[in-house]
Nanobody
Framework: QVQLVESGGGLVQAGGSLRLSCAASGRTYSRYTMAWFRQPPGKERAFVAVMSWSGGRTYYADSVKGRFTIARDNAKNTVYLQMNSLKPEDTAVYYC?????????????????????WGQGTQVTVSS
C-alpha cells in the first residue's frame, strides 16, 4: 500500500505560480510511477503530468506543456508539480496518483485506470 497526501493548493491570481507537493508513504515509493491529475468543477478527472520512477520519462498534457513541471525527490518520497503562468482554466482539484506497474510503451499512463493509489486532492483556484 502507498498513501499519498497532497499540499500546496490555494488561491492565486492569473499569471501567478504555485507548487504542489505529494508526500508518499508505504512500500518502495521510489519504484512507483507518479502522476498528477486534475478535476475542474463539473468535469471528469484529467491527466496533467507523469514521471517514471527513474525520472527519465515525463509527459504533459498539451494544455500545461511549457507552464507546469513535474519533479520528484525519491529521498524525500515526494513528487512536485510546479505551476507557472496560471490561468483561470487551471482551476481544479489536483490529485496525485501512483502505480507500481512498469512504465508502459503506450499511453496507458494517460488514463485514471492505470493508477492504483490516489491522494485526497488539493484545491487550486486561479482568479482572473
Amino acid at each position: 500500500q502507498v498513501q499519498l497526501v497532497e499540499s500546496g493548493g490555494g488561491l492565486v491570481q492569473a499569471g501567478g505560480s504555485l507548487r504542489l507537493s505529494c508526500a508518499a508513504s508505504g512500500r518502495t515509493y521510489s519504484r512507483y510511477t507518479m502522476a498528477w491529475f486534475r478535476q475542474p468543477p463539473g468535469k471528469e478527472r484529467a491527466f496533467v503530468a507523469v514521471m517514471s520512477w527513474s525520472g527519465g520519462r515525463t509527459y504533459y498534457a498539451d494544455s500545461v506543456k511549457g507552464r507546469f513541471t513535474i519533479a520528484r525527490d525519491n529521498a524525500k518520497n515526494t513528487v512536485y508539480l510546479q505551476m507557472n503562468s496560471l490561468k483561470p482554466e487551471d482551476t481544479a482539484v489536483y490529485y496525485c496518483a501512483a502505480t507500481g506497474r512498469p512504465f508502459p510503451y503506450g499511453r496507458e499512463w494517460y488514463g485514471v485506470a492505470y493508477y492504483d493509489y490516489w491522494g485526497q486532492g488539493t484545491q487550486v483556484t486561479v482568479s482572473s
